[in-house]
């Protein structure tokens, strides 16, 4: 039987924090020192749970991050040293220099050093080899990186939790089995992997800025893990036009994550947000980044400037929603999404054509990619509602409301379902 006692609540409220913002470091220092990632992720994990005993008893550390990093590789040592035989006789991932007889005196380093680290890039440039499939690489890293759990990771792509685990496995092995290198690319190398590493950030960002299910509309330990990555990856890159787009998508997305529930836990739409309480330092980085990638006509760059068109308007009344369609149509040129289709027949509409943003809507209601997606039947349903078809809105609120798993979003599409006149 546990024992909530005052300690053990702010032990476990350090460790789930430690959890958030240090997984991927500790993870990433441990791999480089085993060279295995299920032994690794198995002494991370042991690591973590020794936290919520030790810092109950003796205090939260000063540093949580090293002190996670020198336990989970203390434990890979003694493991690696109980299992010499069997880990000889295993594929292991190639590092830039074996680390067998020096790892003692690495492990001192990492006890004695005032920062922990960061072998993130490491660890995001392994699972992003272009030897793995696009569909692996990104959920190798949203479970390794962002430490996402696997069933997480299995609803982000739709698939049953056993066959994501069966993906991740292979895809593990593979990078072993194959001799991909445990290492920072080369600046030659680095370009292929871009791509990918966009990719699985701005995955990550958009399944926390709005869940796909649960109770809250936001995740905010995802969002933060994506901007922190964002970051790291354009101090790295900083001429890389996507990546600086994509920084300045998250912030100025995120930039309004505090207006968007009501004190009361209701879905707050852009239209009726307050927008005193969006992050003004966010958005004016976010805009300065736009500026310097513009020039360039990428997905996220592009993403970026119809955000910062949002972010800018004084008010919903003064959006300037020519502007925006315009951007809609260079990004289809760009990147011809669905979503994005979607994306510009609604703001078409909100320009003030209903009419023709219904007729893109129904168009696309054969793609087979939006199948599944509630947000074109919440779309079709405001903008029947919209033009005085209150029966068919109603219809397509229903369908949305069977497609959509998020409560916040369930209750709003009830209300405005709720709305619709007799």
Sequence with gaps: MSI???AAERAAAAVEQAHRREWAFVLAATVRLVRDFDLAEECVQDAY??????????????KPGAW????????????LR???????????????????????????????ATDIPDDRLRLISTCCHPALAREAQVALTLRLVCGITTAEVARAFLLSDSTMAARITRAKKK???AGIPYRVPSVRELPQRLDAICAVIHLLFTTGHTAPSGDALVRSDLVERALQLARMMHALVPDD??????LALILLTDARRAARVT?????CTLEHQDRARWDRTAIAEGVALVKHALPHTDRYTLQAAIAAVHDEAPSWEQTDWREITGLYVLLLRTWPSPVVHLNYAVAVGLSGNPSRALALLNDLAAEPALATYGYLEAARAAFLARLGRTADAATAYERALLLTENTVERAHLEKRAAELDP
């Design 82 to 112: 109980r299992n010499s035989t069997m880990q000889r006789s295993l594929p292991l991932l190639v590092t830039d220099h074996v680390e067998g007889d020096t790892a003692d005196l690495a492990l001192a380093a990492v006890d004695a």
């Design 49 to 62: 749970a020794k936290a919520l005993t030790d810092w109950a008893a003796e205090g939260v550390p000063a």
């Design 263 to 267: 004190a009361d836990g209701e879905l």
């Design 68 to 79: 996670l990093t020198t336990v989970a590789r203390r434990r890979g040592l003694d493991l």
């Design 241 to 246: 036009p996507s990546m600086t787009g994509l």
């Design 175 to 177: 990078i072993a089995l």
């Design 4 to 6: 909530h006692t005052p």
